[in-house]
Every structure is written in C-alpha cells, then in structure tokens.
C-alpha cells in the first residue's frame, strides 16, 4: 500500500477521478445525515428561497430594488467586490464552497420570517449554474425577466462603453454585433457578450431541465418598465408571499429619471443611479435589422416555449421583433 502527502494524493485522486475535481455542493439540510455531523451553528434559514437569476440588462436591479422594499423579503449581504450580487453559482466564487455562500444571509432572531432572495444577473446564460442551483436549491424558485434580445444587446454594449471599455469605445455596436470568428480575441468576446444571453430559449430549455416550468417566473422587462406595481402583484402571487405589500404607495413614475423611482416621503422619490436607464442615441436601423435576422430561430423556439408551458402572454416585443421578418 502506497501513500503521499496530502496535495499529491489528492493529484493522483482527481487523476483517476476527473469529473470529481468539479465539485457539486448539495443541501445538508436534505439529509439526515449530513445535517446530524454539521456544526450547530449552521442553519437551513441561510439560504435563499428565490433567485433572480438575470439576464443582464433587462432590468435586474430595478427588480431587485423594488424586492428589497417588501418588508417578509431580504437579499443578501453585500459582496465587497460585486456588490449587491454574489455571483456564487456561475464563475470561481462557487468553489469557495457553501460557507461562504451561507455567510451571506445572516440568521438572526426573525430569520425565520425573512424570505431571503439574491439576485445574480450572470446566472441566466451561466451553462454550470441550473444544475449547481438544482443541488443546493431544488425548491427555489426562479425569477427571470426577458426584454427584445436586441436591445438588451445594445444595452450591454453602452454598458460597456460607458465603462471605458477599449474595445467597446474603438468600434460601433454594428461593428461588434457582425465581428466575424476571425476577429480579435476581446472584440469576439465583446460580441458573445452582448449576443449570447439573448439566446433566451436555449438558456431557458437548460434551467427547465432541472425546474418543473411552475417554478420559473418569467417578467416581461417592458412591463416592468412601465407597469412595475402590476408586476410586482403577479410576483408576490408567484412567491405566494404574505403579506401583500401595497406597491402603489411604494413605486411613482418620475419624470426626471424616465422610470418607476422609490417614493421616500410625499414629493420625494429614489431613482436607481445613472448607469440604470443610460442615455444614448437609438439604435442603427440596419443593426436592428441584423438582429432581428440573427435572433430569428432563437425567439421562434421562445415563442413555442411559452406556448408549450401554457404561457399565452407573449410579450409585445417577441411579437415585434418576429413581425420585422426580412
Ligand atoms: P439602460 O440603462 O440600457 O436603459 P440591469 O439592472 O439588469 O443592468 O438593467 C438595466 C436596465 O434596467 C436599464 O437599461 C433600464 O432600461 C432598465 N430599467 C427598468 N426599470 C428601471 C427603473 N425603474 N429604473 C432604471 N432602469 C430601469
């Protein structure tokens, strides 16, 4: 029998088990057994009952504010280095493992009546994050919320721009949208940036082979743009939360900002800051076009998805952005 110090077994163990190098985290709590040998300090309140899972751009944060204000809802912790969003489930956070994650949702005396969420927008498209989530969170719910693919790429790309993103600031959107696979390595990952997520029914498909449909909400972006407090109704229907918070006191149109703002006291609102609802010059005509064209077969499959899950609310957008066949 041979043996070795711990680094070089565990080598000589991923070697002959390759696919156990990429851990799973499953719940203690859904085992006894597990839950019998965890510290007594741990609790199964430490993690979110719901997700809001993304796309970027489609107006997350708005969600994720407006959330906040229910008095039964709570988000996490703030992360130091991504803010409001953990980002566990999608990228090298998650192999920090579940204390870290737990640590973002203090328990304390009323934790039990705290609805913990978080919301990371990168978890959409993310191709590892439905089956993480389903081992951690099999009964969580999913909130996503969809906008017309093509604005949502034009978003990302002022985003970026904005940033002061080289790539973003020395070519036009339709020079990144079109960049062929021969292009330079940063400007074809501007492009799969900003074309991938909107990708929505092969992304979706991915979640809804480890969710039932009945445990994925989808938002229609626009509506939550101009009709916030109706969708913030459906939402809490969908959570079956109590109590009911009244979002008409709570939600006021503010000329200034364009959007839904919080209302703080009478005349006062809180609107999400300037990188929330940029200014920036319309979209190209023939842009538009190119991406109504390139997302075609994509919000097709959309359309049959949301007719499959008995979901006859197709969004004024998909309807839209399929009238404009070339
Ligand atoms: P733009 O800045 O391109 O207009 P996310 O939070 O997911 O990054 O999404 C940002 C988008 O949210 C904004 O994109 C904006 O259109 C949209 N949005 C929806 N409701 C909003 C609100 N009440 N305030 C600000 N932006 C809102």
């Not at 080598?11 to 006894?32: H, I, M, R, T």
């Not at 640590?103 to 009546?113: L, R």
């Not at 949208?177 to 390595?185: E, L, N, Q, R, V």
């Not at 939402?235 to 503010?254: A, G």
Request: proline share 8%; hydrophobic share 35%; net charge positive.
């Amino acid at each position: 029998l041979l043996s070795a110090p711990p680094l070089q077994l565990a080598e000589s163990y991923f070697k002959l088990y390759p696919v156990e190098a990429d851990p799973v985290w499953g719940n203690p709590c859904d085992d006894p057994r597990h839950q019998k040998i965890w510290s007594r300090n741990k609790s199964c309140d430490s993690l979110p009952k719901f997700l809001v899972i993304g796309p970027q751009k489609t107006g997350t944060t708005a969600l994720y504010t407006f959330l906040s204000l229910h008095p039964a809802i709570a988000s996490n912790l703030p992360s130091p280095t991504t803010f409001e969003e953990i980002q566990f489930f999608n990228a090298h956070n998650y192999l920090r493992g579940l204390d870290w994650y737990m640590d973002f949702f203090p328990t304390d005396s009323n934790s039990s009546a705290r609805y913990y969420f978080e919301k990371s927008a990168t978890y959409f498209d993310g191709e590892l994050v439905p089956k993480r989530v389903h081992a951690l969170l099999p009964r969580a719910k999913l909130i996503t919320i969809l906008i017309s693919p093509a604005k949502r790429a034009y978003s990302w790309y002022q985003h970026t721009k904005a940033h002061g993103d080289i790539i973003a600031n020395n070519y036009s959107f339709h020079q990144v949208i079109t960049a062929s696979d021969t292009a330079p390595k940063p400007l074809r990952d501007l492009r799969n940036r900003c074309l991938n997520p909107g990708k929505y029914a092969q992304h979706l498909e991915r979640w809804m082979t480890y969710f039932p449909s009945t445990y994925i909400h989808i938002i229609d972006g626009e509506e939550l743009k101009n009709s916030p407090v109706e969708v913030m109704n459906e939402v809490q229907k969908f959570l079956k939360i109590m109590p009911f918070f009244n979002y008409t006191e709570h939600l006021r149109f503010d000329p200034k900002k364009g959007f839904y703002c919080q209302v703080i006291t009478g005349d006062h609102t809180k609107c999400l800051g300037r990188s929330k609802g940029r200014q920036y010059p319309p979209m190209e005509e023939k842009s538009l076009k190119y991406l109504q064209r390139y997302y075609l077969s994509h919000n097709t499959a959309l359309v049959k998805l949301f007719k499959k899950n008995g979901n006859r609310n197709i969004p004024n957008w998909l309807k839209e952005d399929l009238s404009d066949k070339p």
